[in-house]
Each structure stands twice: as C-alpha cells, then as structure tokens.
C-alpha cells in the first residue's frame, strides 16, 4: 500500500500549513514565511513576497522557521518569525516583521546576520507580480536617483529585465486603484521570470549587472523592507469586497480548436531495455515519437541502438538530439556515412545542438543539413536550445534554416512547492507564442518537458556530490503521484493551445519516466513506487493519446490554480479531461458537453488498482451521468482526475442559451 500522501503528491508528509489573512480590502495567504496571493477581491495584486538565499550556483538554501508567532484582528494582522537558510557554506539567519493594517498597507521587514563567510549570487526580497493581471498592462516606475517612468509590463516575454534601478512600482488593480510596491535596503530590478515558465514578473533584489558570485562575510547584517499600499481615487469601488470561494467553472469554446501536437517521451536514463510488457503498454498511449540524445563526441552506437529497438517495438519514429563539439564536421560526417547507413534509424526529427552554446549557432545548423539531410528527405531539422526558454530568447534562433524551433521546459527553476509548480502551466503557452512571434511563425517543439531541470545551465561551479540515500537532483518524488498527472494534464492543455507542434515529456520507464521498471525503486523508502506499475500520468498520455492526430478545443477555468483540464475532438468524438490540482474537494461545473456523458475517476481510491493494473482499468467505460443542457457537476476528490466522454455531439443549443 502507497500511504495516501505519497499517493497524492509522492511524500508521507503533510502540506504546509495555510493561514488566510486580511489586511482592510486585502486578502493574503501566510505560508512558510512568504505571503501569496495578494487580492483585492477577486484581483490578483501580488502573486508572493519572499526572501531568497541563492548560492554560488543559484541553488537556493532552504527556509526553516522557528518562533512564529501570528496575531489577527479585525481587517489586519501581525507576524513575527525566525528563520535559517543553510545550504553548503550558507549559513545565514534573520528575523522577520509582516504587519497588515485595515487601509490595506501591508509591510515585510527582514533583518538578518551572516553567521559565517561564504558565497552568494543573491539574498533577500523577491516580489512576483502575477502574469495574467499585468502583461501588457501600464505602470509607473520609480526609479534609485528619485525619476519616474511611465512604462508597461511587457506582453509577449521580455529576454532582458523590463525595469532597472527600481525603487518603487505602481500599477492599477481596478478601476480607479493602483497598488504601489516600494523597495528598500537595496537596488532592485525585474525579470520576466515567464522566460522560466514561471507565471509572473519578478522583482528582485541587487542588480545582476553588479558581478557575482560576492562574498558575504561572517557578520555581515542585511535588512530590507517591502511595502505593498494601495492609491485610490476616491471611495474603494464595489470590486474590493472579498472573493467568495465559489465552485470552479470550466467550460469549452468549441470555436476555437487546434492540431493536437505530436506527443513523445524521452529514453529512459537507466538504460534498459523495455521488456515486453512495457512495449504493450507504451504501445496504448499512441505516442509520435521517442527522444534519444546522442553525444556524437562520445559513444554513438549504443544509445542509438537502443532507442531504434525501442522506437521499431512501439512503432514511433525518433527525435534524436545531436550534441556536437568544434570537431562537429568529423562527428557528423562519421554519424552520416557510417553510423546511420549501418542502423538505418527511423528518424522524424534532428534537434542540433552544440556543447559550448546555450543556443546553436547557424553554422553549426548548416552543416548539419548539409551532411544528413539526404538520410531521408522527410526528416524535420530543429534548434534553438537544450536548455530553458530564456536561452532561445536571449539569443534568438537562426529560423530562416530550421523546420522546428526547439527548447525545453521544467516548473522548478526558481520555486517547488505543488502551487507553484502548478503556476507555471499557463506560462508555458506564452512561451510557445513568444517563440512564434519572433521566429517568423516557425513551428515549436518543445522538449523535453520535465518535473526537474535535467542539469543548471547556469552553474558557475561543480554540482555537490550526491550524498548517500539522497535522490538525484533531476528526480522528483511527484512523478508517481496524482499531482504529477494533474501537472502534465495542464503542461499539454497550455502547450496544445498554443499551437505547439511537437512536445516530448519526461521518460519512458524508471523515475522519471511513466511507469517504474519491473525491478522497481532504487530508494523505496524516498520514491515510493510500486515495481512493474505504471503512474498515473500513464493514464493521462493514454487517454491524450487515443485523439492522437485530432484537435485540442480551447478551454477555460475560472480557478485554473484550482482546477484545470484539455478538452479533445476527433472524428466526432469528444473527450474532456479535469483535474483537481489541489489538496481540497473541489466542485466543478463542467459546460459544453452532450446531454449524457461517460465518466471515468481516477483517484486515491482506485489509483493503485489502476497502476498496477492499467489494462483492467482501461477497459471500464466509467459511469453514465447525465449532464442537463450540457452541464455537468462534480465533486473531485483532492489530485482528482476525471476523463468525460461525451456520448452525443454538445447541445449547442443549451450552450448558446447561456
């Protein structure tokens, strides 16, 4: 037996603890130290406020708290706490004053002391301003040296920092009220984080342009504040009366529909062959392609042989990742005339790539082409980089000679808890709408998409070595677990309508692929999987999978933090798939379905009966429910997911009544 955290988010630990807040018109959420989402009603101002402690190699040293202490009253609180970051040689402790008055002034002081020598790339406050509220929107900046700046958020991402010298920011919430963030202790500026797929524009402490890593030496005090305020014209509108926490709506807008994009997995890194129950059992999930990444400066053969075994069992077609040096002309010719003649690989994709470039040059993209492409003219040629969004972004693609545009994706670069993992979904699109726009419409692949980050392209030191009954940095427990399903189900809603082209997701077998190996988890007391089973994001790809080929319509939730799905056409049939991203019951009201529906739960009551037996599980039609003008409401288990089959075309009529 799974325990039913682990079940639920892949540890037997429960979630931190929330504490809801108000300050006046504002709500706050108090947790672990950091406030999130600050509304004014239903307005989002302020997505989180934290302080970072980020090492030489931009880890981030984690936050223990002691001696918390909260007092509420009325429309305000106070909150007081102790907190140590240790990570390596950091070694840094600070006291923390958060105080929330009733005119909705809410301040957060930290004072803190080195408690020895060592290095940092950054310590102190960070302010996320959230996505959807202020892209594109006009602010006010004011600057260190007292000016002002009449300017706006950007809408598509920004490669560089928007705002420089940053004191303080203003910018409206509803008509008629601004919020104004004010900065001080240090010289602040702001990245568009979505370049890391993170859903919001971050303000941060100490100018990246000032050179680091520095050193802070034992005894060093660091203190700075942040004050959030609120500028009104005149009486606060009718807006800023709290949210009421309604059910979620989640409705489809069949006009709106698009290529459902070509769907792989990558190679598992444990190197094993499939077996040839897993064959079965990838075979259902109907998948495009698999991804092999080939060192063409290192041992070419055998990892090539092994995913055309893997890729010929399945019946796919290859995405092979080629890496190459200086010496790429030798590594390529030797690839193109004795390598692939010898192997003949079913490939569909070449992604290039070059180890000493974040993002491939056009030379190496030519010389590519001019040495494979006669393998097979069909064969699609992609670049851009191996590594995040901002690197294709900063140094944008040579697009004029690819078929593809390429990066890859991971919710995990600058926070890890499951809400925000869950923020960065919706950023995930606009990446792949950015990446259209300034690469002149060239298709996006994106790959591969993964829970971690597969290496730190930013590193400026040698990774610590991995410490004995510890994970390897590139596992997350989460890919197990109903959350990581949940999480995968809303990386391909946001990625299919943008219009992406191709994604490749995570791996086939192990930890960190879909489904465990037949001899199970190498540490079952930290990856808590069952051997031979499969996970449930298994059942995700699966159910993606049998539309293979068909069309994603576009969807919208009230409450996509909450709850969020993809709804699938093809060949007359419609499919809708939501999932409950949180640790509550959720009610949902799903609209633009037929009059009666298939319905299918996978949750913590039968989710091991259906990893380790997917074919019984699948077989199940689910439960006939009735869904009156084409609306049908449902009560979703925390980390639920629910798979709607519709068994009639929507009644479009009923739809159009509303």
């Known amino acids: 037996m799974i325990a039913r955290n682990a079940l639920y988010y892949g540890r037997k630990d429960d979630l931190p603890e929330r504490r809801d807040l108000r300050a006046g018109p504002l709500s706050v959420v108090f947790e672990q130290g950091d406030l999130r989402y600050i509304r004014l009603g239903a307005h989002e101002m302020v997505r989180r406020i934290y302080v970072a402690v980020r090492d030489h190699n931009w880890g981030t040293a984690p936050a223990v708290l002691a001696n918390l202490d909260i007092e509420t009253t009325a429309g305000a609180f106070r909150i007081s706490y102790d907190c140590t970051n240790q990570l390596g040689d950091i070694d840094f402790v600070w006291h923390a004053e958060v105080a929330g008055d009733a005119g909705g002034t809410i ?105 680091y890593p520095a050193e802070v030496k034992a005894g060093t005090r660091i203190t700075q504040t942040i004050t959030l305020s609120l500028q009104m014209a005149g009486v606060v509108p009718g807006e800023t009366t709290p949210a009421v926490d309604e059910d979620v709506t989640f409705e489809l807008q069949p006009a709106v529909q698009l290529s459902l994009p070509r769907i792989g997995l990558g190679m598992a890194g444990h190197g094993q062959p499939l077996s040839e129950q897993e064959i079965t059992r990838l075979k259902a999930l109907n998948l495009s392609h698999l991804r092999v990444d080939l060192n063409l400066y290192g041992d070419v053969e055998v990892p090539l042989h092994r995913a055309i075994a893997a890729a010929r069992g399945l019946g796919t077609s290859l995405e092979a990742a080629l890496f190459l040096t200086d010496g790429a002309a030798h590594e390529l010719e030797y690839l193109g005339a004795v390598v692939l003649p010898a192997f003949h690989p079913p490939v569909c994709t070449w992604l290039i790539y070059h180890t000493a470039e974040k993002s491939t040059s056009a030379g190496w993209i030519e010389l590519a082409r001019s040495l494979l492409g006669s393998y097979d003219s069909s064969a699609r040629f992609g670049s851009g980089t191996n590594a995040y969004f901002t690197e294709l972004n900063r140094t944008r693609p040579p697009a004029h000679l690819l078929d593809l545009v390429s990066y890859s994706v991971n919710p995990q670069v600058h926070a890890f808890d499951n809400a925000s993992l869950v923020e960065t979904l919706p950023a995930q699109g606009v990446t792949v709408q950015t990446a259209r726009e300034f690469a002149r419409d060239c298709p996006v692949a994106v790959s591969p998409v993964t829970l971690k980050p597969r290496f730190n392209p930013d590193a400026s030191g040698p990774e610590p070595p991995l410490t004995p009954g510890e994970l390897p940095a590139q596992v997350d427990v989460r890919q197990m677990s109903l959350f990581g399903a949940g999480w995968t189900l809303g990386s391909l809603k946001y990625l299919a309508e943008s219009g992406c082209y191709s994604v490749t997701y995570h791996e086939t077998t192990g930890w960190r692929g879909v489904m465990e190996t037949a001899q199970g988890s190498l540490l079952p007391d930290r990856f808590q999987s069952t051997p031979g089973a499969v996970f449930p994001m ?70 091991e009966a259906a990893m380790q037996a997917p074919e019984t599980f699948r077989s199940g039609q689910g439960e006939t429910m009735a869904a009156p003008g084409g609306a049908l409401t449902l009560s979703l288990h925390p980390f639920t997911l629910a798979c709607i089959d519709l068994v009639s075309r929507p009644n479009h009529d009923k739809e159009d009544e509303r």
């Not at 102190?124 to 509220?133: N, Q």
């Not at 300017?151 to 991402?157: C, D, G, N, R």
Request: include cysteine.
């Open 107 to 211: 301040t957060f002081s930290m004072d803190g002391i080195a408690r020895c020598t060592f290095l940092r790339n950054r310590i102190g406050f960070c302010v996320l301003h959230p996505m959807r509220e202020c892209a594109g929107q006009p602010c006010v900046v004011e600057h260190a040296d007292g000016t002002t700046e009449d300017s706006a958020f950007p809408l598509l991402i920004s490669p560089h920092q928007p705002f420089y010298d940053m004191r303080a920011i203003a910018y409206p919430v509803v008509p008629g009220v601004r919020a104004e963030v004010r900065f001080s202790g240090d010289i602040f500026e702001m990245e568009d984080q979505r370049n890391w797929t993170d859903a919001s524009f971050k303000t941060y402490c100490t100018p990246l342009r000032i050179p």
């Open 538 to 607: 298994y059942h995700v790809f699966a159910d993606v999978g049998e539309f293979a080929g068909g069309h994603v319509i576009k969807s919208t939730s009230t409450k996509p933090l909450e709850v969020d799905g993809i709804a699938l056409e093809k060949d007359g049939r419609r499919r809708v798939l939501v999932a409950n991203l949180t640790a509550q019951t959720k009610r949902v009201t799903v609209y633009g379905l037929s009059e009666q529906v298939l319905v299918r739960m996978l949750d913590e009551t039968n989710a």
